[in-house]
T-cell receptor, first 114, second 115 residues
Framework: AQSVTQLDSHVSVSEGTPVLLRCNYSSSYSPSLFWYVQHPNKGLQLLLKYTSAATLVKGINGFEAEFKKSETSFHLTKPSAHMSDAAEYFCVVRNTGTASKLTFGTGTRLQVTL | DTEVTQTPKHLVMGMTNKKSLKCEQHMGHRAMYWYKQKAKKPPELMFVYSYEKLSINESVPSRFSPECPNSSLLNLHLHALQPEDSALYLC??????????????FGEGSRLTVL
């Protein structure tokens, strides 16, 4: 069975400082991993995805994530937070070969302060 | 066009009403999904259609009835709902099931309130 653990339910950073949102996964097979962002009362937007190519994945809006198999982690980072980054972030895992059933983490709310 | 369009954005209904949520995509995707999301929770999968056939039903109560009239459209028919069914209902699509990367494109959701 696959699972995802987002280690922080809430992260607060100052504008212009780095962002780190942590995600650990458990998977029996080679996983595909995703980060989605959800702004209030909006749908989910894909930030980036890992599908067994390069382990350092660059996404939209300056976000990136590094797949570390030895640590079963897929942490999301951004060098400098912007007020518009305030949102809910979901780490998602899918086992290769399963019928696109995604397992969502519980989410991390990112707050950005002035 | 990389959009999934959902209507209506907001819906208020009584427990005896019949209503429908609609979803449309023109990306040529052959898999479409309904998710339910309660406040401060991740989305929960309800149904998956693949090539217009129901592929996955996550034991959803029969008061929710999905329909996929063609490859671009997905409906969710609602009847005799309960107040606890109030939630954000998200539609999503992907290229297909199984062999794709699993990347889902989501709509903005329909906010349902059951009185």
């Amino acid at each position: 069975a696959q699972s995802v653990t987002q280690l922080d339910s809430h992260v607060s950073v100052s504008e212009g400082t780095p962002v780190l949102l942590r995600c650990n996964y458990s998977s029996s097979y080679s996983p595909s991993l995703f980060w989605y962002v959800q702004h209030p009362n909006k749908g989910l937007q894909l930030l980036l995805k890992y599908t067994s190519a390069a382990t350092l994945v660059k996404g939209i809006n300056g976000f990136e994530a590094e797949f570390k198999k030895s640590e079963t982690s897929f942490h999301l980072t951004k060098p400098s937070a912007h007020m518009s980054d305030a949102a809910e972030y979901f780490c998602v895992v899918r086992n290769t070969g399963t019928a696109s059933k995604l397992t969502f983490g519980t989410g991390t709310r990112l707050q950005v302060t002035l | 066009d990389t959009e999934v369009t959902q209507t209506p954005k907001h819906l208020v209904m009584g427990m005896t009403n019949k209503k429908s949520l609609k979803c449309e995509q023109h990306m040529g995707h052959r898999a479409m999904y309904w998710y339910k999301q309660k406040a401060k929770k991740p989305p929960e999968l309800m149904f998956v259609y693949s090539y217009e056939k129901l592929s996955i039903n996550e034991s959803v109560p029969s008061r929710f009835s999905p329909e996929c009239p063609n490859s671009s459209l997905l409906n969710l028919h609602l009847h005799a709902l309960q107040p606890e069914d109030s939630a954000l209902y998200l539609c999503a699509s992907s290229l297909s099931l199984g062999l794709d990367t699993g990347e889902l494109f989501f709509g903005e959701g329909s906010r349902l309130t059951v009185l």
